[in-house]
């Protein structure tokens, strides 16, 4: 089933989900067998998994459930006309590219509001992240890649390969509906011209390519470029959402594990504490309107806790447990081996004789390889609307810099820290590879599209891995040390790089924990 529609499917999680109802402030605790906190690729495993072995599961997700449209009829804003929905209370957006030519053609005024796009800014480093029902599924570019074996191994040296590549990365590919773009369509689309024309110029370099599975189907882009469906990768959507065509956790995990009558998922409640509680956990929770008005400060206790906030939120409530005494036992690990996946983002100029087109999918197809610098370089769109002869380029690259999160009391944040140095080894391996490609065809970088006038942008990330890592803060299976029955099972497990792009492996290593934790420690 590919062609499918957001509101439909998302008709079905709502209603099977329920509600979560407490009254006001003050009301009494209510009391669940597990807790779920997130509703990324982690907190999505752990939901379906938990509700089939029929646990009473609570999933809670600061963000909004996407399902509602605007009064423009779509449930997200397109990125060239962003408004309130675009990002996480923000006044004005904060999309990565500034502008082509310096004109600023991204970023304006918005409402604070609720977005399903959040920036967050530490002293050297800006991470996106996805806010809302399905996490970071409903803004990132769907680009599903299982990573090098041998690199794998050296990351998660205790993980049993064999068994992570012959039953759990298969499991999550079926799981997330990854499928592959059909060479003839690529070949033939007006609006993969710009990645065309990146492995020509790469080629002429040396350089291989290599298509990049992806979980939005090109059945149905392929059906927009016909006129037959509504266009959403074909109509510029993606980092504030896709009103069509990409397979998002509320549409897979979520919605199954709702179908399982175990699992309810409550939208717009934030965790803000976790104690100890008898046998259990309990927790502090404010849920808000999309306008950010207190609705009620509610209370939750749980038997078993697992934290699928993502390497910030998981992490930094951890650290806040840790460090205001609340969880004092915590390993010290927590906090640390944190990297952005050697995340560098380049562009440059072509001729005026190699247009990139003006019609570009919203969604990438391509890599480059650079095996020698270990650079794998994915070629993203520029979709301006216009020519901007403009090629630009997320570098995922290998770097073994790591920093800590550190709990400051007096904002009750973690704080990342990260320093500007630290990047200096991803942006010399994607300069080298760059640098390549530009003698080869005579061309140079652009330095009008990131902030700061910058031919390289290090200074923010997508890919935040790491902050409570598998065998540090946790044992192999993703418990957390000191506290039986509390969980990690997200991004913060991992040790800060992977050498490609990192949800399959998050939701295939969350498969391998919960299968184990289930029968260990839930169905003894
Ligand atoms: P994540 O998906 O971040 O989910 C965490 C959830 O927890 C979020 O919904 C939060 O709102 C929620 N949360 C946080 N704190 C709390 C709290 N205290 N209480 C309640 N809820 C909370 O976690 N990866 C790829 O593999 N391929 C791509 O093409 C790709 N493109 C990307 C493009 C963009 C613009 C972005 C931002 C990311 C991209 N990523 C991509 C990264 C990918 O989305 C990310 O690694 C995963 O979403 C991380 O999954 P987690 O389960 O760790």
Request: aromatic share 10%; hydrophobic share 40%.
């Amino acid at each position: 089933m590919n062609n499918f529609s957001r509101r439909r499917f998302l008709g079905v999680t709502a209603l099977a989900a329920g509600t979560f109802v407490t009254g006001r402030a003050g009301a009494s605790t209510q009391h669940v067998p597990a807790v779920v906190v997130g509703s990324g690729y982690g907190a999505a495993v752990a939901a379906l998994r938990l509700g089939e072995a029929g646990v009473r599961t609570l999933v809670l997700e600061m963000g909004q459930r996407w399902d509602r449209p605007g009064p423009d009829g779509k449930v997200f804003c397109g990125m060239l006309d962003p408004d309130r929905r675009s990002m996480w209370f923000k006044n004005r957006t904060e999309a990565p590219v500034n502008g082509v030519l310096f004109l600023d053609l991204a970023n304006r005024p918005i409402q604070r509001y609720a977005g399903v796009l959040d920036r967050v800014n530490f002293p050297n480093m800006g991470v996106y992240v996805g806010r809302g029902v399905g996490g970071g599924s409903l803004v990132n570019g769907g680009m599903a890649v299982v990573p090098d074996r041998d690199y794998f191994t050296r990351q998660f040296p205790t993980v049993d390969a064999d068994e992570m590549y012959t039953r759990f990365f298969p499991l999550a590919n079926r799981m997330l509906r990854v499928n592959n773009i059909p060479g003839a369509y690529f070949e033939a689309s007006d609006y993969y011209r710009y990645s065309r024309l990146s492995r020509t110029l790469a080629g002429r370099a040396g350089f291989d390519t290599a298509f990049v599975p992806n979980v939005y189907s090109f059945e149905h882009m392929a059906a927009e470029e016909r006129g037959e469906a509504p266009k959403s990768a074909l109509g510029t959507e993606v980092i504030y959402g896709n009103n069509h065509g990409k397979f998002t956790l509320d549409q897979g995990y979520l919605a199954e594990a709702a179908n399982t009558g175990h699992v309810t998922v409550a939208a717009l409640h934030q965790v803000t504490r976790i104690r100890r509680n008898n046998a259990g956990y309990a927790l502090t929770v404010r849920e808000i309107t999309p306008d950010g008005a207190l609705v009620a400060e509610k209370h939750v206790t749980c038997d078993h806790l697992f934290l699928g906030a993502g390497s910030l939120g998981s992490t930094e409530l951890l650290l806040r447990a840790r460090d205001s005494g609340d969880l004092p036992d915590l390993a010290a690990e927590v906090g640390e081996g944190w990297g952005p996946n050697g995340n560098v983002m380049t562009a440059r100029n072509n001729h005026l004789w190699h247009p990139t087109g003006f019609r570009q999918s919203a969604i990438p197809t391509l890599a480059i390889s650079d095996p020698g610098r270990h650079v794998f370089a994915e070629v993203a769109p520029v979709p301006a609307g216009i020519e901007t002869y403009v090629s630009m380029y997320l570098a995922i690259t290998r770097s073994e810099e790591r920093a800590k999160f550190v709990y400051d009391p007096s904002t009750d944040k973690a704080v990342l820290q990260w320093r500007q140095g630290q990047s200096a080894e991803s942006l010399a391996a994607a300069k080298g590879t760059f640098d390549r490609i530009n003698d080869a065809n005579g061309t140079t970088y652009r330095y009008d599209v990131f902030g700061g006038g910058k031919a390289f942008a290090d200074d923010f990330c997508y890919h935040p891995l790491g902050g409570a890592v598998l065998g540090k803060a946790t044992d192999d299976h993703g418990r957390v040390k000191g506290y039986p029955n509390l969980y990690v099972t997200d991004g913060a497990l991992v040790p800060g790089s992977l050498g490609v792009n990192p949800f399959v492996t998050i939701t295939a290593l969350a498969e391998r924990n919960l299968a184990t934790i289930l029968t260990e420690d839930v169905h003894p």
